[in-house]
């Protein structure tokens, strides 16, 4: 069927009352609706047919009032280090990137929420192909479980984070609901501390968010004043580091969590100790805690990767004052896959590295 007069919904892009507004409407019972869920998110059906607890003839009353879109990747890119990027193409053409990160004992990955990203941070591979659009809730659900299939049995998939193309909280209708899908129990029933949403300051969505999800949040800072945060990051512009900060104070955190704050260092512009001071000045009365990211430049980019002594200096400085800092290396890096800079042929990425 052509999908452009398509008006079937996605399945995956429904929340679990609208999954049973349209099994009441096939004429089934409540329960049904539980099957359905569960084959989606449990079992992560990619076929109707897959569907096998329900009768031949419910399964072909859904396919014709209901889609189920499967992503697989079209390529996968292993790095020396097990770290894969998936890339994905979309049922219109465009392309996302996933990046699955092998830990001890589990596996994370990082999920892209749009095309491209219209957010234009100066050190960011995907700021350089503009907006595209936005991804769908299926479409993000469509990265996880492929991952899921992909993730070492020994490694299974636990942590996600949306640090991939893209801001969450420029998407973020479409980010909700499939983080309703990642926690909920109709879902994936991942933990709220092992989902982490990463914006870059888009301090009007926050509220929205914290009422619609108890996930994880990270803030991709990069700069300790205006000036600085201005020209690196155009979002400063909208929002203020005051403004941002206003509202992550008002940001309803449970007792023990603490917001990650990512600090990509690039060499001789932010990674000095002028910038570890002030950075430690802004944080005060936050919990927070900080990770430290040394910048690994891609091609035509205006920055340079800081040295070792810099990254070192910068995060002792930190610690020295209570902060705590940790240095994160980026994953992947040889097949340009590291989580915050999908630096790769056909897409490119995004904000940092793992909460
Ligand atoms: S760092 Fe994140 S918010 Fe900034 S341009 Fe890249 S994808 Fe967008």
Not at 34 to 62: C, I, N, P
Not at 159 to 174: K, S, T, Y
Not at 209 to 220: K, N, R
Request: charged share 20%.
């Amino acid at each position: 069927m052509n999908t452009t007069t398509d008006k079937r919904p996605e399945l995956r892009d429904l929340s679990p009352a609208r999954v049973q507004d349209l099994v009441l409407a096939l004429g089934e019972k409540p329960y049904r609706a539980r099957q359905v869920l569960q084959w989606l998110y449990q079992h992560g059906a990619t076929d109707f047919a897959q569907m096998t607890s329900l009768s031949k003839g419910f399964r072909e009353k859904l396919a014709q009032a209901a889609r189920l879109a499967n992503l697989e990747p079209a390529l996968v890119e292993t790095s020396s280090d097990g770290t894969r990027k998936l890339l994905f193409k979309l049922a219109d053409g465009h392309a996302v990137e996933s990046v699955l990160i092998p830990e001890e004992e589990h596996s994370t990955l990082c999920v892209s929420s749009q095309v491209g990203c219209r957010m234009g941070c100066a050190f960011c591979r995907t700021a350089t192909l503009g907006f595209k659009r936005n991804l769908r809730p299926h479409e993000i659900m469509g990265q996880v479980l492929a991952a899921r299939r992909l993730a070492d049995a020994d490694r299974p998939l636990t942590n996600i984070v949306f640090m991939g193309m893209g801001e969450p909280l420029d998407n973020l209708e479409a980010v909700n609901l499939a983080l309703g899908h990642l926690l909920g129990s109709h879902g994936l029933a991942m933990s709220q501390r092992k989902v982490t949403v990463s914006t870059s300051g888009v301090v009007a969505g926050l509220p929205a968010l914290a009422a619609a999800s108890p996930a994880a949040l990270a803030v991709s800072l990069n700069a300790p004043t205006d000036e600085l945060r201005d020209r690196l990051m155009p979002v400063n512009r909208r929002w203020s580091l005051a403004a941002l900060k206003q509202a992550l104070l008002a940001y309803p955190l449970k007792p023990t969590r603490r917001i990650t704050f990512e600090y990509v260092l690039l060499g001789g512009v932010n990674d000095q100790p002028e910038h570890a001071a002030a950075l430690v000045r802004w944080l005060q009365g936050l919990r927070a805690k900080v990770n430290l990211i040394a910048f690994n430049p891609h091609e035509g980019s205006e920055f340079a990767r800081p040295s070792d002594q810099a990254v070192e200096a910068f995060q002792g400085l930190l610690i020295e004052r209570h902060v705590t800092a940790l240095v994160r290396q980026s994953r992947g890096q040889d097949i340009s896959a590291a989580c915050g800079q999908l630096a790769g042929k056909e897409a490119g990425g995004a904000h940092v590295t793992l909460p």
